[in-house]
């Protein structure tokens, strides 16, 4: 089945840091990828996506890109602030569904904390 | 409005109560979810509805009953539950047949069972 692994957490890092979160997944075919962000009390928001391989997505200063041949989606800022602090989710949807529908399925999340 | 607005944001319910949960969707999506959110637990997909259509349940058990009775609305109807209920429960819709398009999540209901 698919399945999606990414970095344990916390990671706790000093504002203008550079964040990485890595991701990596299993999957046949070629996935849609996403990271989603939680903020405190909020449900999920979508960060960015990438739909094929050597993809990038980017939102808010945030990147990732879609690498096949590693299977990976690594998120990544240069310059992190206080605001960012969150958990942080990568999901993929399948290349194939049986069913109708493509259901996403998720990492455990990373929570990042971001200190002045 | 837009987007997904779920009710209520908070919930405080007692074992042998019951009540329900209300998810409705301003963006014209064909399919809605229902996920639980367990401290230091993965999310956990319950239900998936399209075109209201219930296709599939997650082994979750009878004392949640999804209904779907139109695209933009699902409900989660809730008795006798059990204090290992308490979670996040957040809703979710997205176009059915299309894989590159995101879910969009409403910010959930959080649940406490005493």
């Known amino acids: 089945g698919n399945s999606v692994t990414q970095m344990e957490g916390p990671v706790t890092l000093s504002e203008e840091a550079f964040l990485t979160i890595n991701c990596t997944y299993t999957?046949?075919?070629?996935?849609?990828l996403f990271w989603y962000v939680q903020y405190p009390g909020e449900g999920l928001q979508l960060l960015l996506k990438?739909?094929?391989?050597?993809d990038k997505g980017s939102n808010k200063g945030f990147e990732a890109t879609y690498r096949k041949e590693t299977t990976s989606f690594h998120l990544e800022k240069g310059s992190v602030q206080v605001s960012d602090s969150a958990v942080y989710f990568c999901?993929?949807?399948?290349?194939?569904?049986?069913?109708?529908?493509?259901?996403?399925?998720f990492g455990k999340g990373t929570k990042l904390s971001v200190i002045p | 409005e837009t987007g997904v607005t779920q009710t209520p944001r908070h919930l405080v319910m007692g074992m042998t109560n019951k009540k329900s949960l209300k998810c409705e969707q301003h963006?014209?999506?064909?399919?809605m979810y229902w996920y639980k959110q367990s401290a230091k637990k993965p999310l956990e997909l319950m239900f998936v509805?399209?075109?209201?259509?219930?296709?599939e349940n997650n082994s979750v058990p009878s004392r949640f009953s999804p209904e779907c009775p139109n695209s933009s609305h699902l409900f989660l109807h809730l008795h006798t539950l059990q204090p290992e209920d308490s979670a996040l429960y957040l809703c979710?819709?997205?176009?059915?047949?299309?894989?590159?398009?995101?879910?969009?999540f409403g910010d959930g209901t959080r649940l406490s069972i005493l």
């Open positions: 979710a819709s997205s176009q059915f047949d299309d894989r590159s398009q995101p879910q969009h």
């Open positions: 999901a993929l949807t399948p290349f194939y569904s049986g069913a109708g529908s493509y259901q996403l399925t």
């Open positions: 963006l014209g999506h064909n399919a």
């Open positions: 990438a739909t094929k391989a050597d």
């Open positions: 999957a046949t075919g070629y996935p849609s």
């Open positions: 509805y399209n075109f209201k259509e219930q296709t």
